[in-house]
C-alpha cells in the first residue's frame, strides 16, 4: 500500500515514515519521530519527541505520544519514546518520553490502551497487556506481559505489575501487584489469583492449580510470609517456572508486594 498523508497533516521536516504509512488529518508528527511500516496515524493525533514507532501500529484520533516528561527534574536534551509493533492506542490515549536523554520510555507489542488512558515518563511495559479507559500509570512503572489494568485505576511510582495479573477497576496500587494475582482496593491488596486471564492465554490446569497453591501458600496460609516464600524456593527448580517466578518478584521489590 503506498503512504497516504492528508493534506492538512502536519509532518515537520526530519521525521521518517515508511512508504506505507498512514496520516490523517489535521495529525502531527515531529521532526524526531520515526514510523515503520504498516502504521496508522488517524486524524488529529500527536506524535512528538524522540519517539520510534515499529510496524502495525493504530493510533486513534486525539492520541498523544511522545509528550514530553512532567517530571521537575527534567533538565533538557532528548529522553525517548521506544514502542514496538501491533499496538492499539484509543481516543485521547497519553504516554511520555522519559526524563533523562539516555532513557527511554518503552511500550512493547500487542498491546491495548483505551480511551484516556495514561503512561507516564520511564514506564517500561511489555507485551499483550490491556489497560482500561481512564486508568494512569505514574513514573518509572513496570507492567508484566498480559497484565491488565482496570477502568479508572492508578499506579504509584516505581511500583510494578506482574505478568498475567490484574489490578482491578479503580484500585490504588502502591505496592508491587505479584504475578498471576488480582489486586483491589484502596490502597489495592491481592484478591485471588487470576484464573480468567490464565485460562485465555492457554494456561494447563495443571499449571491453574499450582499457581491456586502458591496463592494460598503466601496469602491464606497462617504463617508469615517470608515462611511461605522460603517453602516455594524450595520446590523452585530456579529456571523460570511458575514458582520461580513469584519468588524473583518478591525478592526483587523495592516497594513491597501488596
Not at 517530571?71 to 490515549?93: A, M, Q, T
Not at 510494578?160 to 491488596?189: E, F, H, W
Amino acid at each position: 500500500m503506498p503512504q497516504k498523508i492528508h493534506s492538512t497533516a502536519i509532518i515537520e521536516p526530519g521525521a521518517q515514515l515508511a512508504d506505507d504509512v498512514q496520516v490523517g488529518a489535521q495529525a502531527y508528527i515531529g521532526k524526531y519521530v520515526k514510523i515503520e511500516s504498516g502504521s496508522i496515524v488517524m486524524h488529529h493525533a500527536t506524535v512528538d519527541g524522540d519517539t520510534s514507532i515499529g510496524i502495525s501500529n493504530i493510533i486513534h484520533p486525539y492520541t498523544y505520544l511522545g509528550g514530553p516528561t512532567q517530571d521537575l527534574k527534567y533538565d533538557g536534551g532528548k529522553p525517548r519514546l521506544l514502542i514496538g509493533n501491533g499496538n492499539v492506542f484509543r481516543e485521547f490515549f497519553t504516554v511520555h518520553t522519559a526524563t533523562r536523554s539516555d532513557d527511554a520510555t518503552v511500550i512493547g507489542n500487542n498491546n491495548t490502551f483505551l480511551a484516556y488512558a495514561h503512561v507516564a515518563h520511564d514506564c517500561l511495559l511489555g507485551n499483550g497487556i490491556i489497560m482500561s479507559s481512564h486508568a494512569a500509570l505514574g513514573g518509572h512503572v513496570a507492567v508484566g506481559d498480559h497484565a491488565n489494568i482496570g477502568w479508572s485505576s492508578g499506579v504509584h511510582q516505581f511500583c510494578r505489575i506482574g505478568q498475567y495479573a490484574m489490578l482491578s477497576a479503580m484500585a490504588k496500587a502502591t505496592m508491587d501487584v505479584p504475578p498471576y494475582m488480582i489486586a483491589d482496593g484502596i490502597p489495592a491488596r491481592t484478591r485471588t489469583f487470576n484464573r480468567v486471564n490464565l485460562e485465555r492465554n492457554g494456561f494447563s490446569e495443571q499449571e491453574i492449580y499450582t499457581i491456586k497453591e502458591i496463592y494460598m501458600a503466601l496469602y491464606m496460609q497462617p504463617q508469615v510470609r517470608e515462611e511461605a516464600l522460603a517453602r516455594l524456593r524450595k520446590i523452585s527448580t530456579g529456571s523460570g517456572d511458575l514458582y520461580d517466578n513469584v519468588c524473583s518478584f518478591f525478592k526483587s521489590s523495592c516497594r513491597g508486594v501488596c
